[in-house]
């Protein structure tokens, strides 16, 4: 009954390799985002979905591609990745004029790239 | 551009004794939102508490609080008897009220909280 899923946790792999890393929600909930933590710990927005459209697109790389084939799902692919991509990236969700808009956040995913 | 600010990079406290940790934002918005989160070791993010701009009355969650001074844009949160689970990376963020791509949340750097027991 996990409320926001992502696969996988950890990702390893070389440079120039590409990747995906994929969210699930299940709280009906119609909006959701990306967001990656650096090895600071800082936290910032990447890009957010509302209703499969794309409504928050940050200034980050072309080679990070998202893609939402429903409102519960998110998927996050990155091209070609470099050493500063090693962060862990972390889903979340919320619905619209519920709760204040409260976003829950998936579990994270630790990319690690060598 | 709205910013969040959180001074104490590292704060510890006693099992049992309370603690405030400090947060300032800056925003010229009058509607928006609050959030305190928790980041244990385990890495989830689980949100602690919410506040609404509009709201005078500070929220409360169990033996967590917060100090919501509107005028001087500072929302501390305090943690009263404080247990050995308390311990994590705490992150204040701030979120403007609705309308178009509005719904992003802007993190502070986080305050590394540890419970000594």
């Known amino acids: 009954d996990t409320a926001v899923s992502q696969t996988p946790k950890y990702l390893v792999t070389q440079m120039g390799n590409d990747k995906s890393i994929k969210c699930e929600q299940n709280?009906?909930?119609?909006?959701m985002y990306w967001y990656k933590q650096d090895s600071k710990k800082f936290l910032k927005i990447m890009f957010s979905?509302?209703?499969?459209?794309?409504?928050i697109n940050e200034t980050v790389p072309n080679r990070f591609s998202p893609k939402s084939p429903d409102k519960a799902h998110l998927n996050l692919h990155i091209n070609s990745l470099e050493l500063g991509d090693s962060a862990v990236y972390f889903c979340?969700?919320?619905?619209?004029?519920?709760?204040?808009?409260?976003?829950?956040f998936g579990p994270g995913t630790r990319l690690t790239v060598l | 551009a709205q910013t969040v600010t959180q001074s104490q990079p590292e704060m510890s406290v006693q099992e049992a004794e309370t603690v405030t940790l400090s947060c300032t934002y800056d925003?010229?918005?009058?509607?928006?939102?609050l959030f305190w989160y928790k980041q244990p070791p385990s890495r989830q993010m689980i949100l602690v508490i919410r506040?609404?701009?509009?709201?005078?009355q500070n929220a409360t969650e169990n033996r967590f609080s917060v100090n919501f001074q509107k005028a001087a844009k500072s929302f501390s949160l305090k943690i009263s008897d404080s247990q050995l689970g308390d311990a994590a990376m705490y992150f204040c963020?701030?979120?403007?009220?609705?309308?178009?791509?509005?719904?992003?949340?802007?993190f502070g750097t986080g305050t590394l909280l540890a419970v000594q027991p």
């Open positions: 925003t010229s918005e009058s509607d928006y939102y």
């Open positions: 979905y509302n209703n499969k459209e794309l409504i």
């Open positions: 506040q609404e701009a509009y709201k005078q």
């Open positions: 963020a701030y979120r403007r009220g609705y309308g178009g791509a509005t719904n992003k949340l802007i």
């Open positions: 709280l009906g909930h119609d909006t």
């Open positions: 979340a969700s919320s619905q619209r004029d519920r709760g204040g808009d409260t976003q829950y």
